[in-house]
Each structure stands twice: as structure tokens, then as C-alpha cells.
DNA sequence: ACCACTTGAGACATTTTCGTCTCAAGAGAG
DNA sequence: CTCTCTTGAGACGAAAATGTCTCAAGTGGT
């Protein structure tokens, strides 16, 4: 045996198929499992005797990306030096699940029925309270409210992974482009 | 009868029919030809009257995004005044499609197979040329390319939809917060 | 060599969605 | 009223996706 999940005796990566399901789901929302299978390199069965079905697969990746996010939050120390470094470190964690989060972002448009998961609701809470310390210590304008900035954090996280994705920005370069937008447009000026 | 269209007697309003079709799609970008159908208020045999198939309608949403977006364009006068004005209002034409706009993006993602639509590319230049109009004037920095502001848009738009749509932002004050926030960030300051 | 376990491939029934069709009801113009 | 056109409702088969199952093959440990 290779490895233990849940008590059941599993060898394929786990993480790995995940990771390239997102990639796939992201790449394509509307993908077949059997998509997503080939895309993860394992086969159909494969891939249902991990997950139970579509459904269990995106709860699982959406478990995923809350743990990646919550992970980049704690990397990037949220609480410490000023509330701009705070976020461009931020941003740099969060960059290597942007692909990630940028499909969970729309795949969790008003979600009719269940309730959301309560992660993003904690994630939210979080970032909200970065930007209300820049605010509250006069580095952050005031007019924008915190939940905007919020939103505009995860969409122009999203959009930059899309703009990598479709070589119209540099990878490289797609971390320093967001924390300098959002950054420029959150910041406080003195001058008019 | 009471309209002609494409040489076809037709009654139903046709834009009204895209128009809530595009709400319920941005709702749930996996909605069923039915659950467009009854979110339009007509049955599904007359929206397949209408449209041949899931893919002509949605082709005719990209038609009438781009044309929304290119009347906005158009509205918003881009050449004149300064880049942050023109910037200013073209948010403010483009803010009625958001909604629009935000669907179609996200179905737009990477178009295996065919090619996209012309009409998006000719969108992207004016854009992207705006921006470049004020990085040339020394209105905006020339460090946040005029590619990627132009993706910062979208999806700074997207986002406010979003937040709208969730009630996180009030829809009076989401154009100026996406104004403000993009033309703050891609603003060139004097001071450090 | 033996055994326990996992995987891939494919068959299979089921469900969902799609696209087409028919027909009765209703609206509007002449 | 009469005729024409459009709509909604539903039936229908086709296509696609899902979920389940079986079985041969392969892997790795003992």
C-alpha cells in the first residue's frame, strides 16, 4: 500500500489529480468527468473511486482552495507591518492557486439552493479586515469600502491568472501588476 | 404580426428575451435551455424558435455584448478630454452590460477549437488604446501595461456585477468604485 | 511465488438535456 | 367573424453524461 485517505487504501495522488482537474475546470467550466479524468491522467473509474461524483469532486476542490487561501493568508501575516505590504504579500501567496480560486469564483455564482461554504465567509472576513486597518490607519482611502475591495481582490486575482493563462501577461510579472493596481487604487493620496 | 426579424414573423420581444437570458445565465452559467426558457417567461419551444440551439444563443449574447460594448465605446467618446475622464465614463456606459459583459467572459474562456469572435479583439485595441493615450500624456504609469489594465477592466467590471448581484455593493455606487479604484491604481503620482 | 491492492478499459442501465415535432389556444388584422 | 400567425404545452427519439459494475493487468510487499 502507498497511502492511507480516510481509512481507504488509495495510491494516485490525490493532490495531484486535484490540481490538474482545476487546471482542466478552469481552463473549460463545462468539463466531463471523462474531460477531467484525461486531463488528471487517471481513468473514468479512477477518478469516481476518489470521488463520489461531480459534485463531490467540486467540493473537494472547493475544500482545496479555501485550505490554499486560508494557507496564504497565514503566510502572509496579515496583521504585521503596514496594511500595503500585508496585502502585496498577500497577493504573492495567493498567486500559485489563482487558477484555482478563479474557477471557484465563478463556479460559486449565487449558489441557489445549499448554502456556500462557510470558508469563504471566513476568507472574506479576513481580507475585509486588512483593508479596514489600512483604512483605520489612514493608508487606504475611505471611500472605498472594504467588501469592494474585497471583490476586487479575488476578481483581479482571477483576471491575472486568465491573462497568464492566454500569454497576454508574463507570469512573472502578473503578481507585482495586481498588488500595484489594487495597492495605487486602494491608497490614500495626499495630493488631488 | 408585430415584428419582423431576419425576414421571420416574430412577436416575442427578441432583446428582451437575450437580456434575461443573460441574467439567467451570469446567475448560473450551467442553466438547462429550460431554466433560460422560463427565466426568459417563454416556453423552451419558442426560445428554440428563436435560436436553433444552445450554441447560436449563445453566440447571439456575444453579439450583443460586443454591440453593447461597442455603443458604450462609442458613448464614452475615449478620444477626447483626458484618459482618466474618458476612462470615467466609459465605465459608467459599460456598467448597464456588466452583467453582460461578466457571463461572456467567463464563457469565453479559452476558446478550444474555434477562433473568438472578431468583435472582442476590435474591443481590446480601443481599449488597450485608451490606456495607452494616457500613458503617453503621463496621466498613467507605463510600469502596469496597457494589455493588462485592459484585463483589470473586465474583470474589475465583472467583480462589481457580481458584488451587485450579491447585494455586497449598492448598484448606485459601483460604477465610481470600480472608476476610482482602476483609474487610482493606474494613476501616476508624483509623490512616492 | 503468493497475496493484497489498485488501476484502466469497457460494458451497462439510468438520467439529463437536447432538438424536433404536433396540436390546441389565443391574439390581432382585415 | 375569419384568417393568419405565434405561443405554450407536451410527446418523442436521439445524444450525451453520469454512476455502477466487472474483469484482466499490473504493482509492490512479504
Known amino acids: 500500500m502507498s497511502q492511507v485517505v480516510y ?12 490540481r490538474r482537474a482545476a487546471a482542466q475546470l478552469t481552463r473549460k467550466g463545462s468539463s466531463t468527468m471523462d474531460e477531467v479524468a484525461r486531463a488528471a491522467r487517471i481513468s473514468r473509474a479512477t477518478l469516481h473511486r476518489h470521488f463520489a461524483g461531480r459534485d463531490a469532486l467540486i467540493r473537494a476542490l472547493e475544500e482545496l482552495g479555501i485550505q490554499e487561501c486560508e494557507a496564504a493568508m497565514g503566510a502572509a501575516r496579515l496583521g504585521e507591518d503596514s496594511a500595503q505590504d500585508a496585502l502585496r504579500r498577500l497577493i504573492r501567496e495567493i498567486e500559485p492557486a489563482a487558477g ?7 463556479e460559486n455564482q449565487l449558489f441557489e439552493g445549499d448554502a456556500q461554504h462557510e470558508g469563504w465567509a471566513r476568507l472574506d472576513v479576513r481580507i475585509a479586515e486588512l483593508f479596514r486597518r489600512g483604512q ?9 469600502s472594504a467588501a469592494w475591495l474585497t471583490e476586487a ?3 483581479l ?9 492566454d500569454g497576454r ?24
Not at 481509512?7 to 486535484?18: E, F, W, Y
Not at 483605520?136 to 472605498?144: P, T, Y
Not at 486575482?157 to 493563462?165: D, E, H, K, M, N
Not at 501577461?169 to 495630493?191: C, F
Open 7 to 18: 481509512g481507504c487504501l488509495m495510491s494516485v495522488d490525490r493532490d495531484q489529480v486535484l
Open 100 to 106: 484555482l480560486l478563479a474557477f471557484l469564483v465563478t
Open 136 to 144: 483605520e490607519s489612514g493608508e487606504f482611502r475611505i471611500d472605498l
Open 153 to 155: 481582490l479575488y476578481g
Open 157 to 165: 486575482v482571477g483576471s491575472g491568472a486568465w491573462a497568464v493563462l
Open 169 to 192: 501577461v508574463a507570469a512573472k510579472d502578473i503578481s507585482y501588476m495586481i498588488a500595484e493596481l489594487l495597492i495605487g487604487g486602494a491608497q490614500r493620496r495626499v495630493e488631488s
